[in-house]
């Protein structure tokens, strides 16, 4: 006991002090985190003996399938006295808040369309065959997703299409109903259907040890020709064991409860900016409450028209602009709608207080796609942009538009802003040159 | 590997040619037929496949030795298809290579590559175990217990290649899939257990007109004029909704009403859909349940539909081609539409009853319980506390194993030895000893058995399949489900891989009610039908197209191939033929003469009417298309995919890709040939413009045009006259769509191999490897003497080594 209360108080000060304590908790006591911390309003829903605490780091990113078109999203000038683009214009109230970053991406990563595997992951394809590896929002939920009662979310507009990958590679499937999202954060189960799941969760933990057994026995008979496939189930029954746990103590407790009512899902699957909109609302409930602190939300580019006055074909059509100026226009619309939409997203989030900052000050928010530039498919200089977390922000970070700089050392300064002491994630050569 | 004289001949021609570049050379790894195809394209190929940027972004100099390697793999078998087929060394820029070094090469790495490719599949086989896929499971556990409750629409999108959701290569697991799989489990086995213990949940409800119209003036039912509930032809939303049908609780529903039509058009009736939902604007989906066309002479109808709980049914007229009512303030006022002398439907009276697809309850209880006897407990409610039933065993332990050991060979598709099926035993052991009761603990038993990765994937091991695989795999290809008693009994008998008897069980299956699914299932796949509602055509540009015409156009298809199929009919009718299938409503939207009735029919066409075979039909002419404009570029690579068996590779991935600038251009065949004129795209252009620029006449939504559309504010005007003419890869030249089709479907064999490549990629669950190849052309020529009929084709598959091999 003495020893748990001497690793808490460690990392409580870590957070002021990281350089110097950090890598020695770590050592220590394996991966540990600060305790959830929580806001007077969520202290009657959980955990009552809870002291305060500093707020948690949070990582969201809301990615894209078609990228967001260059010359209307890269500024001119750099640093902190650029000049905003058109796609910046509207949120210049934030200017402090966010950095934008052109001339960067995935190292070794193409394909295209393909490529949207990789925006999380950054994870090199070569020859088509190459297996994906966790995405950047899993590695941060593998080490402290624990601590809330989702260790993450995987939402998108339409369809469950995700760019979030587990360690072997498999795609986690988003959820892209705002109102059962809703049912699942908020609303509580009868005290029997309670029951009965917490049952059917230990018979289910018992199963998990039971098929285990038997797959390694069919193992033996199938031999060596299907050894990935059976390794891959095996990890994924040992991984469900881990939730099944973690999910038992949560199962008992009560879930969190909002004023906001549960949302209406909007119908139309071509209506991506009110499904974003929709989307936004939860993720801030989500936030708010602590019940994650790790999501991807993905906007794909199916679908038809947009209904938006002044568009009459589709986003994927119009992504294909060929630079034809009718186009161009329309798509500059969608799009800066869809800028927008993430900007109300982080004033949202800005006026929720926490202690002594707010929830944007606690939460890296992250706009990217792999597409750089839509019209030709190209994965080179996608679109960035970072807002909130607590970095001091940099304006504009110009980098090569011909020899991008690599992305992924954005993520790696992300995994540490979030608290987790890593120098390296994937093709990352250090942390992001220019935010600190 | 004896040597061929082909490789000693070539060791003299090495040494005779290589001299210093053999010493040089970092890609010479030791063995002589290696140096000498490196000699091959230094000579023929390095000109343009070297340097900093390579053409086509392949570099031959950095092409490894070792085919282990996947992609030195794939890249050599890039440079054989190339060279084999004399597209490289482009033609226009060089000399033709001589046959007698082209045929020496070709056919030593050929054989190389072949060779490499049989040994892997020899030790590995050529499809790593597969999964089941969410429609797999999905029917498997339907069959395996009896139930009927959807389960696929609970489970995440899976992903495709191809638009193929069987490759194995593709399909993964993590935690999420496995909770997600119990989850569908609990489902399924909660509905087994619920209709084998407690009282069957049949009902009907007989309903009068008067009964479904509305009890209020303003509203959206139907209003009850003259002894008949009435809905005019408007856009209401919700407009014909009958809250009368609202289900109380989830399940499958039968409805049967008799519909007349009112105020009838002269030339037509009124089609009407039927379909269900909430019903209120905060939960506005609304599921497909059916069609019909409503005339002046009396008719019943019957559909069947899904309703999960508090869900109704909407019956109206539903043809975009009818004068609408106009209603004020969102609702209808008696009267309000009868005034204004538009169609309507009346129906006279309305049947509901609650049924179960498949088996009744007594079959579901004996799948759970076999022959044992139950005791309903007198004081449970419905629904409820039958977990506490008392099942009356002779002995107990026995029983129970012979149970478990029953459902795990039907589960498992295969006899398992007993030890093998120990732990499913101890499962209920341990939940008896806990206290559990009995129903429980068989429960608990049966939800490992089905979370068993014997159940999730198929077991097959290197080598020629053992009947129980070689039943499992033909029955999850042509019923995608778990193989029925016949299917298992013939693979325990050792019988199944006879040639007589496993063609016979295909007969038998493409015969059975299930197996009336394969087309569909299989051609939502092979033709991307699944993706049907990927766009809506443009309502400016496509004013009568319709969700009638569009569901018209799937039956087309459906009821097409089904004929190819059970006819054995040639695979030239796949793209050439004088009739299709057609209703009334896809009969006026494709401007052919009038059709009477609701359901598919086989009509003759005239030429000019220019359909028949698929590359006519709209459903395939709306998927290739995005609602709003055609591109003959995603045509194109469609229909050199999908029909031609033409491999159109994707754009290269570390060429930078140019920048499509339309700006100066006009027509997209001017767009196009400005995009051909840059060498690193003529290649796979001049095969995939071809068929696009043939389809040209056909618009986004299916219909037939001479002129595109030119949208000029907001209204459509005559555009361009349009240019279906275009020249083949092979140089032939063709005036339009019609010429096109008469060249395609000239020679037989590649619309034969094609048909054969992708039922064995569905079916098998591997894409067409190199050393398949052979295989595939043996398909072919055994097909040849039905006239390559479709069936035939398809038992040469099945019959295969591709099929019976892992």
Redesign the interface.
């Known amino acids: 006991m003495s020893q748990k209360r001497r690793v808490e108080k460690t990392c409580r000060s870590s957070f002021s002090a990281r350089q110097l304590h950090r890598r020695a908790v770590l050592r220590g006591a394996g991966v540990t985190m600060s305790l959830p911390w929580l806001t007077a309003m969520q202290r009657a829903v959980a955990m009552p003996a809870m002291r305060k605490e500093t707020p948690a780091k949070r990582f969201v990113a809301m990615t894209l399938t078609l990228g967001l078109h260059g010359p209307n999203l890269v500024p001119e000038g750099e640093g902190l006295d650029y000049k905003p683009s058109m796609y910046l214009e509207d949120v210049q109230d934030l200017r402090d808040k966010l950095t934008v970053v052109s001339g960067s991406s995935h190292p070794g990563v ?3 369309h ?1 490529a949207e595997a990789s925006l999380l992951t950054a994870a090199r ?5 190459a297996r994906n590896t966790i995405s950047i929002d899993q590695l941060l939920a593998k080490h402290f997703g624990n601590k809330t009662r989702f260790p993450s979310l995987v939402l998108a507009a339409e ?3 995700s760019p979030s990958y ?1 360690e ?7 959820q892209s109903s705002p109102s059962r999202l809703y049912m699942d954060l908020f609303v509580d189960d009868s005290p029997a259907v309670r029951e009965i799941q917490a049952r ?1 969760i230990v ?2 933990r ?3 040890d ?2 285990a ?3 390694r ?2 193992q033996r ?6 050894q ?3 390794d ?2 095996f ?6 064991e ?2 099944m746990a973690e999910n038992e103590k949560w199962a008992r407790m009560p879930k969190p409860k909002v004023d906001e009512k549960k949302p ?2 909007i ?1 139309d699957p ?1 209506d991506l900016i009110a499904r974003q909109r929709a989307m936004h609302d939860v993720i801030r409930l989500a936030l708010k409450t602590d019940s994650t602190r790790f999501i991807t939300f993905h906007t794909g580019g ?4 947009i209904p938006i006055a002044g568009i ?3 986003y ?2 119009l992504s ?1 602009h ?4 009718e186009k161009l226009q329309q798509l500059g619309k969608i799009e800066r709608a869809m800028v927008n939409q993430w900007a109300d997203f982080l004033r949202d989030i800005a006026t929720i207080e926490e202690e002594d900052s707010n929830l944007l000050d606690n939460t890296a928010v992250l706009l990217t796609s792999n597409l750089g ?1 839509a ?4 994965n ?1 200089n996608m679109p960035v942009l970072l807002a909130g977390g607590g970095f001091k922000h940099a304006g504009h970070l110009a980098f090569d538009q011909n020899n991008n700089y690599p992305l992924p050392n954005l993520f790696v300064s992300v995994l540490q802003q979030c608290g987790l002491e890593v120098d390296k994630f994937a093709t990352s050569t250090s942390t992001m040159t220019g935010l600190s | 590997m004896p040597a061929n004289p082909m490789t000693i001949k070539f060791r003299f021609v090495f040494c005779a040619l290589v001299g210093s570049f053999c010493a040089a050379s970092p890609f010479v790894h030791g063995d002589e037929e290696s140096a000498t195809r490196f000699v091959f394209l230094k000579q023929h190929c390095y000109d343009c496949h070297t340097g900093s940027e390579p053409s086509g972004g392949l570099d031959l100099e950095r092409l490894g030795n070792d085919l282990a390697e996947q992609e030195d793999f794939d890249n050599w078998v890039k440079v054989f298809d190339r060279v084999a087929s004399g597209e490289m060394p482009p033609p226009e820029d060089y000399d033709p290579i001589e046959a007698e070094p082209l045929k020496e090469f070709t056919e030593d790495v050929q054989e190389w590559l072949a060779t490499h490719q049989r040994d892997e599949h020899r030790t590995k086989g050529r499809v790593p175990a597969r999964r089941l896929t969410n429609l797999q499971l999905e029917r498997s556990l339907h069959d395996l217990l009896g139930i009927d409750i959807p389960l696929e629409r609970e489970m995440p999108e899976e992903p495709k290649s191809e638009n193929y959701s069987t490759l194995a290569r593709v399909q993964s697991i993590s935690h999420f899939h496995l909770q997600q799989h119990i989850k569908i489990v609990d489902s399924a086995l909660d509905e087994a257990f619920r209709r084998a213990l407690t009282p069957e949940d049949e009902r009907k409800w007989e309903m009068s007109a008067q009964q479904i119209s509305r009890t209020r003036t303003r509203t959206r039912e139907p209003e009850f004029i003259d002894g008949q509930a009435v809905v005019w032809s408007g856009r209401l939303t919700f407009y014909g909704r009958l809250p009368a049908t609202t289900a109380r609780v989830s399940g499958w529903y039968r409805f049967t009403f008799e519909v007349e039509s009112l105020k009838t058009p002269k030339d037509r009736g009124v089609w009407c859909t039927v379909r269900a939902g909430q019903c209120v604007s905060s939960a506005p989906l609304m599921s497909w349940v059916g069609s019909f066309e409503a005339t002046e002479d009396p008719k019943v109808v019957t559909v069947d539909a899904w309703l999960p709980e508090g869900h109704m049914l909407q019956i109206r007229p539903h043809d975009v081609t009818l004068k609408q009512a106009r209603f004020q303030g969102g609702q209808s006022r008696n009267g309000e539409g009868g005034k204004q002398d538009v169609p309507g439907l009346a129906i006279n009276w309305l049947n509901m009853e609650r049924i179960h697809l498949g088996p009744n309850d007594g079959k579901v209880r004996s799948n759970l319980l076999g022959d044992l006897d139950v005791k309903l407990p007198k004081s449970a409610r419905r629904g409820e506390l039958f977990w506490a039933t008392e099942v009356v065993t002779r002995a107990r332990k026995k029983d129970t194993y012979e149970l478990i050991q029953a459902f795990a060979n039907r589960a498992f598709r295969r006899d398992l030895a007993a030890k093998d099926l120990e732990q499913f035993n101890s499962v209920f052991d341990s939940a008896v000893e806990k206290g559990e009761p009995f129903v429980h603990a068989l429960r608990a038993a049966y939800r490992a058995i089905l979370c068993s990765a014997r159940f999730i994937y198929l077991q097959e091991l290197p080598g020629e399949l053992d009947g129980y695989a070689l039943a499992t795999r033909l029955s999850y290809f042509l019923w995608n489900s778990t193989p029925d008693e016949q299917l298992l009994r013939l693979a325990k008998e050792e019988k199944l891989g006879q040639n007589k008897v496993l063609r016979q069980e295909v007969r038998r299956m493409l015969r059975s009610e299930r197996g009336q699914e394969f087309v569909k299932d299989f051609a939502k796949e092979w033709l991307e039908l699944s993706e049907i509602d990927f766009t809506d055509p443009d309502r400016r540009l496509y004013p009568d197209f319709d969700m009638v015409v569009q569901n018209s156009m799937l039956d087309e298809t459906y009821a097409f191939l089904q004929d190819l199929l059970e006819s054995d009919k040639s695979v030239r009718n796949l793209v050439n033929c004088d009739y299709t299938f057609v209703n009334s409503r896809l009969a006026r939207f494709y401007g052919l003469p009038k059709v009477e009735g609701d359901t598919m029919r086989p009509i003759q066409v005239a030429a000019s009417d220019h359909r028949g075979g698929l590359l006519t039909q709209g459903a395939i002419l709306k998927v290739t298309a995005n609602g709003t404009n055609t591109s003959p570029v995603i045509r194109g690579v469609w229909i050199s995919r999908r029909i031609l068996g033409e491999h159109i590779p994707p754009p290269p991935d570390n060429v930078p890709a140019i920048e499509p600038d339309i700006r100066g251009a006009k027509t997209i065949r001017e767009q196009l040939e400005k995009h051909r004129s840059l060498s690193d795209c003529a290649a796979c252009h001049a095969k995939i413009d071809a068929p696009g620029f043939a389809l040209e006449n056909f618009d986004a939504a299916g219909r037939w045009r001479d002129y595109y559309p030119k949208v000029i504010r907001r209204k459509v005007e005559k555009g361009a006259k349009i240019d279906a003419s275009y020249i083949t890869a092979a140089g032939q030249e063709f005036d339009g769509f019609d010429d096109f089709r008469d060249l395609i479907s000239a020679d037989l064999r590649p619309l034969a191999r094609n048909f054969a490549e992708h039922l064995a990629v569905y079916g098998t669950g591997a894409e067409i490897s190199f050393a398949d190849r052979t295989e595939i052309q043996k398909i072919v020529n055994k097909s040849a003497s039905s006239g390559y009929g479709m069936r035939s084709i398809l038992e040469e598959v099945v019959l295969s080594k591709i099929f019976r091999n892992k």
């Open positions: 193409n394909g295209g393909r394809q070569g020859g088509g065959r369809g469950s299409n587990t072997n590679g498999a795609m986690i499937p988003a059917r018979e289910g018992s199963i998990m039971l098929v057994e038997d797959a026995s069919l008979t199938l031999g060596i020709s299907d990935d496939r059976l891959a189930y990890t994924s029954v040992r991984d469900l881990k939730r209406v899902d119908a071509s199916g679908g038809g028209v009459d074909e589709s994927h059509t294909h060929g630079m034809d100026e530039n019209s030709n498919h190209s080179r």
